[in-house]
């Protein structure tokens, strides 16, 4: 059994000068300003029409990324409606192969939910979950051995495993999952994954995704 942390990979954004440029020249359609278009416009104006909550302009363009994460975070990102998902799927994937080595992977409980691991309570609740992977791991095998499909072991599979999802949004779209997803009420695990995902964004999109702040990283008087 492999313990793995939780990552994401962008698969499909394009770059990000022709991204504010695209959406210059279709929200101006709006104003029917298209002659005000010039150097340097473009970031001031989608800025303007963010700040006034005008966010279906950005609806025209889409993200694609790739959530490494557990099954039970994938069940709370598939409530997002307006998006497109291919998931990893345990009715055909047969973890006794060697493509995946043999074995489960699960995603490691110690970092969504901050564990200090020299906490003996900590400590304890990690060992008890560490357990109860190796014994899914071994029921799941077991299953197999016993002649059963891999769609029927999969049922003694833990949410821990780990999966993989793709996800198209648009941008509007990946607004609203980064301001849910990495708000203190989310789910540790859910919350980890987002955080990853919006730094990428922030970085590569900054106009889109500045004014989202993480809950990790908002002053203590704003909580």
């Not at 440029?21 to 300003?33: A, M, Q």
Request: glycine share 4%; hydrophobic share 35%.
């Amino acid at each position: 059994m492999r313990v793995i942390k939780p990552s994401v990979e962008i698969i499909d954004m394009d770059d990000y000068d022709k991204i504010i440029k695209k959406i210059e020249k279709i929200g101006r359609v709006c104003y029917k300003s298209e002659d005000n278009i010039a150097d340097g416009t473009a970031e001031r104006f989608i800025g303007n029409i963010l700040k006034r909550g005008h966010e279906s302009v950005i609806e025209h363009e889409a993200i694609t990324v790739r959530f490494v994460c557990d099954r039970g975070v994938t069940h709370e990102i598939v409530r997002h409606r307006i998006a497109s998902y291919s998931q990893e799927s345990t009715r055909y994937c047969n973890y006794t192969s060697d493509k995946f080595g043999n074995e489960i992977t699960v995603i490691d409980l110690a970092g969504g939910f901050n564990y200090n691991l020299e906490d003996p309570a900590d400590k304890k609740k990690y060992d008890i979950w560490m357990r109860s992977m190796e014994e899914s791991e071994k029921a799941y095998f077991e299953m197999l051995e016993a002649g059963a499909t891999a769609q029927e072991a999969r049922s003694v599979l833990p949410n821990s495993l780990k999966t993989e999802i793709v996800i198209t949004m648009n941008l509007r779209s990946w607004r609203n999952f980064f301001r849910l997803r990495t708000e203190k009420a989310a789910h540790p695990q859910m919350r980890e994954v987002a955080n990853i995902a919006l730094k990428e964004f922030k970085e590569k999109l900054p106009l889109f995704f500045e004014d989202i702040e993480p809950y990790e990283s908002r002053p203590l008087s704003a909580d």
